[in-house]
């Protein structure tokens, strides 16, 4: 049967649903071949901008369910030893940072290195009910999490967790056995880094609105919006532009899909708890200058006298390596129980970078055995 002019195949083609077998037609094989890469493409960026949630990389179970974390254990029968416990960073993603994918775990790492009895804190993303949770709230939990333990660890904090554990050192010294900081802002004024910049130039008032706008809590698609516009650059153009590049490798794929679903799922966090970071610990940089009250008393660092490891990245612009190593001065330990280490990088390369994990991390290990 002969079609009429006005259903010819070129107008059949230009039915919606059939688009791509029409231009699978029209275009020939060089150009399908485009037009795969691009819809893979369009599928992919999908796929990162909206992942799945993070998951831990290693067996474990969760040994505390609190309000505020889980907390986590990986050593299971036959672990000795005074207990390390990882204190992951608050700060608006999940602590599964610190046992991010096989092969780039601190907490296998540390089991590798010898360590057999190993905790993690798996902070919870804040509920309207957690809205008027304060520091107070998340360290005496820590303080729970500790007792539990049987009272005494190694602290191992990151980034913003490495605030919390000093407290936890400061207020509590006779429950923490040693304790190892990573990225972690103990001087906040120190240096010169962006997030100092930025703390000291947005007046509270705007961080204020944006808690108000979250209905009490600080959402994390404000924060991770933030993060991005750091280096907008990197976040809206190189990095589409790398994956379109690499389209067709299935391991930089996999890579770029992990890290995606670590990165673009922000946690919310309590507004009282961020408000009270935000002024007292970065602009007015109280745990440093001994006006921080914690628990019902102010905390004075020179109570802190254990074995204490900083270990700062060189390239990190969230946590400067001056906010880390002010603590050799604020500390009332011996400089010859503080050991220091500066190693390449950036932030989050310190908890989950291949280089380090097997540089630096194996090293402290050692370190916390020889502190038993």
């Not at 609105?209 to 209905?215: D, L, N």
């Not at 990095?239 to 799922?265: G, M, P, V």
Request: proline share 5%; charged share 20%.
């Amino acid at each position: 049967m002969t079609l009429p002019v006005e259903a010819s195949a070129d107008h059949e083609h230009s039915v919606p649903f059939f688009w791509p077998f029409a231009a699978a037609l029209t275009l020939g094989e060089q150009a399908v071949e485009t037009m795969q890469r691009n819809l893979d493409f369009a599928v992919e960026a999908g796929r990162i901008e909206h992942p799945p949630e993070p998951e831990w990389a290693t067996a474990n179970i969760v040994r505390l369910d609190l309000a505020t974390m889980r907390l986590r254990e990986f050593g299971g029968e036959g672990a000795s030893g005074t207990p390390v416990l990882i204190d992951a960073p608050f700060a608006g993603h999940s602590s599964t940072i610190a046992d991010y994918a096989d092969g780039q775990s601190l907490v296998q790492t540390l089991m590798a290195s010898g360590i057999s009895n190993v905790f993690a804190t798996d902070w919870k993303p804040a509920t309207a009910e957690m809205r008027y949770f304060d520091i107070d709230t998340y360290l005496e939990q820590l303080n729970v999490a500790v007792d539990d333990l049987g009272g005494k660890v190694h602290l191992v904090g990151l980034c913003q967790g490495g605030w919390l554990s000093t407290m936890m050192a400061a207020r509590f010294p006779g429950k923490v056995k040693s304790l190892t900081l990573a990225g972690s802002p103990i001087d906040t004024d120190a240096g010169h880094g962006p997030i100092r910049e930025l703390a000291h130039a947005m007046p509270m008032s705007v961080y204020e609105k944006m808690v108000g706008a979250g209905g009490g809590n600080m959402p994390g698609d404000f924060m991770l919006t933030g993060w991005k516009n750091m280096h907008p650059d990197k976040q809206y153009v190189e990095k589409f532009e790398a994956l379109y590049r690499n389209i067709e490798d299935r391991n930089y794929i996999a890579r770029t899909e992990k890290f995606a679903s670590w990165y673009e799922n922000p946690l919310d966090l309590p507004g009282r708890y961020y408000l009270q970071a935000i002024s007292q610990l970065f602009k007015e940089n109280r745990l440093a200058n001994g006006t921080f009250s914690a628990l019902g008393r102010t905390l004075d660092l020179k109570d802190i006298t254990i074995p204490t490891y900083l270990l700062a990245g060189e390239e990190d612009d969230i946590t400067t390596s001056e906010q880390v190593f002010r603590a050799r001065d604020l500390f009332g330990t011996d400089s010859d129980l503080i050991e220091s280490r500066l190693v390449p990088g950036g932030h989050i390369g310190l908890f989950m970078g291949h280089r380090t994990l097997a540089d630096a991390w194996p090293e402290i290990a050692r370190w916390i055995l020889a502190h038993d």
